[in-house]
């Protein structure tokens, strides 16, 4: 059957009329809610936001239902609760429908194992509904695979902002060392390079003073499990390693010892350090000259040493991509909260989910996560001279912390260890099972170097074969017993 070349381009027309219809100017979903402008339904959204992230994203609320929000029928409305920790509590009694709990929000902030204790209780919204495949491929492949935790082919968290690990230095002082011993910044670019710049330092610093033993630590981490989970996959392991919603546990003995002997060694012999909050509070003290930190805290970065209560001097700041192990994969960590969606009635789901493609649109998507010291979300965004166009970013500081932490992410394969059961108690014991114990050990050291033991002696119980093994052996069955 011959058609006419006017018939078909009017069927066509017709045709796209029809399936459109139901949409509204967000663009293309796979599922569709009709909203009523004159009667706008409410979006509540629960998060942990604060300062500089708080007041972006008011304004960015503000602007959508003064604008889209408006013309579409949707009105949303934000509500801090506190910290992360503070907000997982309250949306899980508000599901569980404690007393005194408030009422299921239409959107909360969360990661991946908040979503995945909401979600077992039935009250997560699949996303895949209603975005097209064409929408979610301007994502960030990483950031969608974080949130498809289930293994059902689902998609239960809607990435809005993300950050990766820096790695930080105190630039004014590493020139007065590198300059007196020829240190090199490219040394920096490995685990191992680190660990041997820290002995070199500490020396250095021993040699300025009279006393003995009394060199200046050069290093230290914000998030300790980061460096675990991270190290590992970079020397070819995955220590939890999520499949069908079960978990097996992978602490390989040699890639373990790896990674003790360049955290929990360096650190008993005072290469290393960790005595404030954070470690830019031990940049701050003079305390540490560089530290591995999260791309969003590095606006922290102090912009002096402070002596004592009399002295302080100006320091730069020099941003270089975190330090890998030498020979290992290009492996680098994925952090930040995301959005969930709850069941709660269609039109909220539909309307909650506008609002966050709006929201991740490029230019919005960046204005937020600059403001607030993230990344932005999608493949396009996540382009230095966008960023530039798009902001304000006139520091140097902020220059330098947006591109290495987009070249991390540009260059890297981003990790993150998906939801499980107890998965936050399990990477608490990373975090805490050698770090806590590197600082215990740490001031043993101190007072046997005091009481006038050598440095090789001092040290010496702590560095053995033994005292690893131990160690290893607990932590392990610690982590067996989570990991079932």
């Given at each position: 059957m011959k058609f006419n070349k006017k018939v078909v381009i009017c069927m066509i027309m017709i045709l796209s009329m029809l399936l459109g219809g139901c949409g509204t100017s967000l663009g293309s979903s796979v599922k569709k809610v009709k909203l009523d402008p004159d009667n706008p339904t409410k979006v509540t959204i629960w998060h942990y936001y604060n300062g500089d992230q708080l007041e972006a994203f008011n304004k960015l609320i503000d602007e959508f239902n003064d604008s889209v929000g408006k013309k579409e029928g949707i009105y949303v409305e934000g509500a801090n609760f506190g910290t992360i920790?503070?907000?997982?509590?309250?949306?899980?009694?508000?599901?569980?429908?404690?007393?005194?709990?408030k009422a299921i929000p239409s959107i909360f902030a969360g990661y991946a194992d908040t979503a995945y204790e909401v979600d077992k209780l039935g009250y997560v919204v699949d996303l895949k509904e209603y975005l097209t495949q064409e929408e979610?491929?301007?994502?960030?492949?990483?950031?969608?695979?974080?949130?498809?935790?289930?293994?059902?082919g689902s998609l239960k968290i809607f990435p809005t902002a993300k950050s990766t690990e820096i790695f930080m230095l105190n630039k004014t002082d590493w020139n007065k060392f590198a300059e007196a011993t020829g240190a090199d910044l490219n040394d920096l670019k490995?685990?191992?390079?680190?660990?041997?710049?820290?002995?070199?330092?500490?020396?250095?610093?021993?040699?300025?003073?009279?006393?003995?033993?009394?060199?200046?630590?050069?290093?230290?981490?914000?998030?300790?499990?980061?460096?675990?989970?991270?190290?590992?996959?970079?020397?070819?392991?995955?220590?939890?390693?999520?499949?069908n919603g079960k978990v097996t546990l992978n602490f390989?003995?040699?890639?373990?010892?790896?990674?003790?002997?360049?955290?929990?060694?360096?650190?008993?012999?005072?290469?290393?350090?960790a005595s404030g909050k954070f470690r830019s509070d031990d940049i701050n003290t003079g305390n540490i000259l560089s530290f591995v930190g999260s791309s969003a805290g590095a606006t922290f970065f102090p912009d002096e040493?402070?002596?004592?209560?009399?002295?302080?001097?100006?320091?730069?700041?020099?941003?270089?991509?975190?330090?890998?192990?030498?020979?290992?994969?290009?492996?680098?960590?994925?952090?930040?909260?995301?959005?969930?969606?709850?069941?709660?009635?269609?039109?909220?789901?539909?309307a909650s989910v506008q609002f966050l493609k709006w929201f991740t649109e490029d230019e919005r998507n960046i204005q937020f996560s600059v403001a607030s010291?993230?990344?932005?979300?999608?493949?396009?965004?996540?382009?230095?001279?966008?960023?530039e166009k798009t902001t304000d970013l006139t520091g140097n500081n902020e220059l330098s912390i947006v591109k290495a932490a987009i070249d991390t992410v540009n260059h890297n394969t981003l990790y993150t260890t998906k939801a499980f059961e107890d998965g936050t108690d399990a990477r608490n014991i990373l975090e805490y099972?050698?770090?806590?114990?590197?600082?215990?050990?740490?001031?043993?050291?101190?007072?046997?170097?005091?009481?006038?033991?050598?440095?090789?002696?001092?040290?010496?119980?702590f560095v053995s074969d033994r005292n690893f093994d131990t160690w290893y052996e607990a932590t392990k069955a610690e982590l067996e017993k989570l990991v079932k």
């Amino acid at each position: 059957m011959k058609f006419n070349k006017k018939v078909v381009i009017c069927m066509i027309m017709i045709l796209s009329m029809l399936l459109g219809g139901c949409g509204t100017s967000l663009g293309s979903s796979v599922k569709k809610v009709k909203l009523d402008p004159d009667n706008p339904t409410k979006v509540t959204i629960w998060h942990y936001y604060n300062g500089d992230q708080l007041e972006a994203f008011n304004k960015l609320i503000d602007e959508f239902n003064d604008s889209v929000g408006k013309k579409e029928g949707i009105y949303v409305e934000g509500a801090n609760f506190g910290t992360i920790n503070e907000l997982k509590d309250s949306i899980v009694a508000a599901v569980k429908h404690r007393t005194g709990a408030k009422a299921i929000p239409s959107i909360f902030a969360g990661y991946a194992d908040t979503a995945y204790e909401v979600d077992k209780l039935g009250y997560v919204v699949d996303l895949k509904e209603y975005l097209t495949q064409e929408e979610q491929d301007k994502y960030i492949k990483s950031y969608i695979e974080e949130g498809e935790f289930s293994g059902d082919g689902s998609l239960k968290i809607f990435p809005t902002a993300k950050s990766t690990e820096i790695f930080m230095l105190n630039k004014t002082d590493w020139n007065k060392f590198a300059e007196a011993t020829g240190a090199d910044l490219n040394d920096l670019k490995t685990i191992e390079g680190v660990t041997k710049t820290a002995q070199a330092y500490y020396e250095w610093t021993d040699i300025q003073t009279k006393k003995k033993n009394d060199g200046k630590a050069f290093f230290g981490r914000d998030a300790v499990a980061n460096y675990f989970l991270i190290g590992a996959k970079q020397l070819g392991t995955e220590i939890f390693s999520v499949k069908n919603g079960k978990v097996t546990l992978n602490f390989d003995k040699e890639i373990i010892r790896k990674i003790w002997d360049n955290y929990y060694v360096p650190f008993v012999k005072g290469y290393f350090a960790a005595s404030g909050k954070f470690r830019s509070d031990d940049i701050n003290t003079g305390n540490i000259l560089s530290f591995v930190g999260s791309s969003a805290g590095a606006t922290f970065f102090p912009d002096e040493v402070i002596v004592d209560d009399t002295r302080s001097y100006p320091i730069d700041m020099e941003v270089l991509e975190a330090p890998k192990f030498e020979g290992g994969e290009d492996y680098a960590v994925q952090q930040g909260a995301g959005m969930a969606v709850t069941k709660t009635d269609e039109k909220q789901i539909y309307a909650s989910v506008q609002f966050l493609k709006w929201f991740t649109e490029d230019e919005r998507n960046i204005q937020f996560s600059v403001a607030s010291g993230y990344l932005p979300v999608t493949k396009t965004a996540n382009d230095v001279k966008k960023i530039e166009k798009t902001t304000d970013l006139t520091g140097n500081n902020e220059l330098s912390i947006v591109k290495a932490a987009i070249d991390t992410v540009n260059h890297n394969t981003l990790y993150t260890t998906k939801a499980f059961e107890d998965g936050t108690d399990a990477r608490n014991i990373l975090e805490y099972a050698m770090s806590d114990k590197a600082s215990e050990d740490r001031k043993t050291v101190v007072k046997r170097l005091k009481k006038g033991e050598s440095f090789d002696e001092a040290v010496k119980d702590f560095v053995s074969d033994r005292n690893f093994d131990t160690w290893y052996e607990a932590t392990k069955a610690e982590l067996e017993k989570l990991v079932k």
